[in-house]
C-alpha cells in the first residue's frame, strides 16, 4: 500500500471514530441524563476529548488531522501539496459518514436519518469561527513551537473545553459537520444550519492561518521538511 493510501485509510478511520465517539456518546448522554441538557453535554464532551486524544496518539505516526480545516492549513502552510490535500479531505468526508451511519445503527437507531436540531444565527457563527481559530492555534502552535508529542492532549483538551465555552458547542470541523447532519440526535445538526457552519469554520481557517503565521512563522529547531514528518 502506498504511503498516501495508508494516510488516507488513517484519516477515514480516525475521522470515522471521532464522530461515533461525539454522535455515540451524544446519544448515551441523552439516554442517560434525558432531564438533565447540562449533564448530557458534559458527558458528550469528555467522551469526544478524551476519544481525540487517543486517536491522536494511535494514528498520528501515519496522519491524524481527522478535519479538513486543518488539511487545507496544512497545504497552506506548504506541508502538503494539492493533490494530497483533495485525497485526505475526501477520506475525512467519507471516514465521518461512515462514522454517524455506525453510532446511529449501534444505538438501533435509522442508518440515516437527517437532523432536525437547527443551529443557527450569528452568535453561534461567531462561535464556530472562535472555535476553529483557537483549534488551529493549539495544532499548529504545539507542533511549530517544538512539541508535537504534545499535540494529542493539547487537541482533545482544547476540544473538551470548547464545547463549553463557545456558543455553537464547538463543531470546528466542515467533515463532522456533514456528518451530523444525518443523525435525528442530540449531537446531530439539521442539514440547513450546515453551510453556515461550514462558511464559519472556513473563515476561521483563515484567521487562523495568518494567526500562526503571525505567532509562529518558523518551526521550532526544525525545518519544513521535519515538520512534514510531524503532520504524516
Known sequence: MSLLARRAAAEATGTAFLVIAVVGSGIMAARLSPHDTGLALLENSIATGAALVALIVALQPVSASFNPVVTLVE?????LDWPTAAVLMAA???????????ANLMFGLDAVTLSSQVRSGPGLWLGEVVATVGLLLVVFGTIRSGR???V???VGGYIAAAYWFTSSTSFANPAVTLARTITDSFAGIAPVSAPAFVLAQL????????LVRLLYPSVAGASVEAEQKVMS
Open 148 to 150: 508535537a508529542d504534545r
Open 75 to 79: 497545504k497552506a502552510l506548504g506541508i
Open 203 to 210: 473563515a476561521g481557517g483563515a484567521l487562523g492561518f495568518l
Open 152 to 154: 494529542a492532549f493539547a
Open 92 to 102: 475525512q468526508f467519507v471516514g465521518g459518514l461512515v462514522g454517524t451511519v455506525v
